[in-house]
């Protein structure tokens, strides 16, 4: 075989491998799943051009809704994951305008989604009308008619598909403000242009074809289910904040001097929720932790997260126990009593556990119910302590398993 011929099998070789990478690049470019947080889908009230505010949102998962009392058409559907409910009032200066209301479906996979949508039925008085969203996979648009013609309003609604979720907008205004569909229809396509465009995070994608994205540690938090298992006290009340939702965190929202340390430790990415527990005034005088604060970091190696715990300082008034707790494969503890009038209620003990297991490094701290004095929240970091420990050998447990 002369040279030529070499060099021709090479060149055909190679183009094999080149056109085996674009259509890899080309097949993993296109989204099969939606694995974005699914509140970062919303509608931000300035996508409404000034229309509305939002007023109250919710987050509730598969657990949680299969718990609650309050029966909803939600609850036994297969393969929910989460759902998101958005509530908003229109501004003062827009008074044909009433209420509107964005919902959120997340599913385990596209088929689960599709029969969900399939199966769902509206009361009396909706009527499927003509109209499509864009950039769905499917959708459905309802006009609501009142029983009572003297009653002349606007109540639309639009439920669409996009993969594996289903979403769902609905207006009340005036009959003259919304005499048809366009207003949900534009801001469910708003929405599905964003599940489309933005499905998986961008903190977790692939550097490089011959590179992998950071591990997502999502699965490895601590979720409603072993919080109620952990806790008894109401510990299947825990929620998920909506003050500040569970959120991805890079080296570059860290302060300044931080940020170089954690670069040249190889960290690369972390996620952190916020927990608060539903309960009422009188259900408080019996409860532990009231507040919960998660999150887990990544490193590229060992060496590097163990510096990372070691950087760690945890709260800045606090003392730290040593020996750290038997948490992980090492762990750091500190322990406070808030100031006086840092809570007008009163004033809690709170722990923080920082461990590391593997290359990840994890916090968690748990925050008791206010109490009248100091001595009385010394007594109670005590069950404080005894609760922030448990849930610090579960998330350590399962950060185990991860890769």
């Not at 090479?10 to 694995?35: D, F």
């Not at 598909?161 to 207003?183: F, H």
């Not at 887990?296 to 070691?310: P, R």
């Amino acid at each position: 075989m002369n040279r030529a011929r070499h060099i021709v099998i090479a060149l055909v070789a190679l183009g094999l491998v080149v056109a085996g990478a674009l259509a890899w690049l080309n097949w993993n470019s296109t989204p099969r799943l939606i694995t974005g947080d699914i509140w970062t889908y919303g509608l931000s009230p300035a996508a409404t051009s000034g229309l509305w505010t939002l007023s109250e949102e919710s987050v509730f998962d598969g657990h949680q809704l299969a718990a609650v009392e309050a029966t909803t058409d939600t609850v036994e559907i297969p393969g929910l994951l989460y759902l998101y409910s958005a509530s908003y009032v229109a501004e003062a200066t827009n008074p044909s305008y009433a209420d509107l209301g964005v919902r959120l479906l997340h599913f385990e996979t596209s088929e689960d989604a599709a029969a969900a949508l399939s199966a769902e039925t509206l009361g009396e008085g909706w009527g499927g009308v003509e109209g499509a969203v864009a950039g769905a996979d499917e959708s459905r648009i309802w006009r609501y008619t009142d029983p009572d013609a003297a009653i002349r309003q606007g109540l639309w609604r639009a439920d669409f598909r996009v993969l594996n979720v289903i979403g769902s907008v609905s207006l009340l205004a005036s009959e003259v403000a919304a005499p048809d569909p366009s207003l949900v229809i534009g801001y469910a396509g708003q929405i599905a242009e964003a599940l489309r465009s933005r499905p998986t995070p961008a903190v977790l994608q692939a550097a490089s074809l011959f590179q992998a994205g950071p591990v997502d540690v999502r699965p490895y938090l601590l979720g409603s289910r072993q919080l109620a298992e952990l806790d008894a006290q109401y510990g299947d009340r825990w929620m998920i904040n909506t003050g500040q939702l569970p959120s991805f965190t890079t080296n570059a929202q860290f302060s300044a001097d931080a940020q170089p340390v954690l670069d040249r430790l190889g960290r690369q990415v972390g996620y952190q929720s916020y927990w608060v527990k539903g309960i009422t005034q009188e259900e408080e005088l019996r409860a532990v932790g009231v507040l919960l604060f998660q999150q887990v970091s990544v490193y590229k190696d060992i060496e590097g997260a163990t510096s990372g715990l070691n950087a760690m300082v945890g709260l800045s008034t606090g003392s730290e126990l040593t020996p750290g707790p038997s948490v992980g494969d090492a762990a750091r503890k500190w322990v406070i009593v808030t100031q006086p009038r840092q809570n007008p209620v009163g004033q809690s003990a709170v722990v923080e556990i920082n461990f590391r297991v593997g290359r990840y490094v994890a916090s968690v701290q748990v925050t008791s119910r206010p109490v009248e004095s100091e001595s009385a929240a010394i007594t109670l970091s005590g069950p404080t302590d005894t609760l922030a420990e448990a849930l610090a050998r579960q998330l350590a447990e399962n950060l185990s398993s991860a890769p």
